[in-house]
């Protein structure tokens, strides 16, 4: 062989890992540190994660399929969950109590067809409010998922209160978290695999107002870290799947 035929491929494969190199002192700051705080969040590729079935997007953008089903098993009173995160539930509710703690759940699973209803009927509400239909609906849909786009229709979601709540209140509200019941959540939801999902900062970004009440399954494993990192669930499942 001649001694060009090695030499002529070794020069070139010389200047391609300069070329490279030269590339990445050329990087951004900004996306170098981009990568490494992506690198301190560890991704489902390690395996490390719990529940792995629970860990997806539920919103207008990414609706459950039309024939969607899920198996349910009660986790207080009538208030049903996916049956694989009941357990969850029920451990976290009897750990709350045993500590004095009373969480009261008031919504839980919903069918898409009981969703469809409490819409309509929360638009009825409104028209007889004084809004036209077109506004009622508007102000509706703000205010109440659409079918197939809640949490609570894939059976992952739990609305959670005090005992006593519709004594002072006739509707949930953001002061629930002034509770007793809110700072237990706050410290312990995480370790049974619940976020809070829709947080007070990222309204824009969940399309949700902050729901204080509004606990969301995603494994402990990701509740864990979701928590650690403050950030909401889309903003978070985008840089970890
Ligand atoms: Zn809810």
Known sequence: MKPERILIPTICIYALY???QLLFRFVPNSSVNFRNAEANIPSATEH????????????????????????LEPVQ??????????DYAKQMI?????????LTVVS??????????????????????????????RLAEKEIALPYTSEHNAGLALDILTPDWWNTHDDVTADFENTEQFRWLSENAHKYGF???????????????YEPWHYRFVGVYYAEKIKESGLPLEYFYKTNF
């Not at 490390?48 to 089903?69: G, P, Q, V």
């Not at 009897?94 to 009373?102: F, H, K, S």
């Not at 069918?111 to 077109?134: C, D, F, M, P």
């Not at 976020?195 to 399309?207: A, H, L, N, S």
Request: charged share 25%; with cysteine; glycine share 6%.
């Open 195 to 209: 976020i809070m999902r829709y947080p007070k900062e990222y309204e824009d970004v969940t399309g949700y107002v």
């Open 18 to 20: 300069l070329g490279v």
């Open 48 to 71: 490390r994660a719990d529940n792995l079935w629970a860990y997806y997007l539920i919103n207008e953008e990414n609706t459950l399929s039309t024939d969607f089903t899920v198996g």
């Open 94 to 102: 009897a750990d709350a109590a045993a500590e004095g703690i009373e």
């Open 108 to 137: 839980a699973y919903r069918s898409v067809q009981k969703q469809q209803e409490n819409l309509e009927s929360y638009i009825q509400r409104l028209i007889t409010a004084g809004h036209n239909s077109k506004e009622a609906r």
């Open 77 to 86: 009173g009538s208030f049903m969950l996916d049956e694989r995160c009941a």
